[in-house]
């Protein structure tokens, strides 16, 4: 998902990246998202940053 919080605000964010986490987890599946919203990346259980347009370096989980 590009940017899929990018429009909301605080609360509705935290609870569409809640059902994202959940639903990935429940159903055994990856989701990526793609986005630059820091708050987003405490939810994520593996983060990798683009740098300089190339996959960097994967970054600690916040």
Same mark, same amino acid.
């Given at each position: 998902? %590009? =940017?899929p *919080? +990018? &429009? @909301?605000d605080? /609360?509705?964010s935290? =609870?569409? !990246? =809640?059902? @994202? !986490?959940?639903? &990935?987890? %429940? $159903?055994?599946? +990856?989701t990526? !998202?793609? *986005? $630059? %919203? $820091?708050?987003? @990346?405490?939810?994520c259980?593996? !983060?990798v =940053?683009m740098? %300089?347009?190339?996959l960097?370096? #994967? /970054? #600690? +989980?916040?």
């Amino acid at each position: 998902m %590009d =940017e899929p *919080t +990018a &429009s @909301l605000d605080r /609360a509705r964010s935290r =609870e569409v !990246v =809640e059902l @994202l !986490v959940r639903q &990935s987890h %429940d $159903h055994g599946v +990856a989701t990526v !998202v793609v *986005t $630059h %919203d $820091h708050d987003v @990346l405490g939810y994520c259980d593996r !983060v990798v =940053e683009m740098v %300089d347009g190339r996959l960097g370096v #994967p /970054a #600690p +989980a916040r």
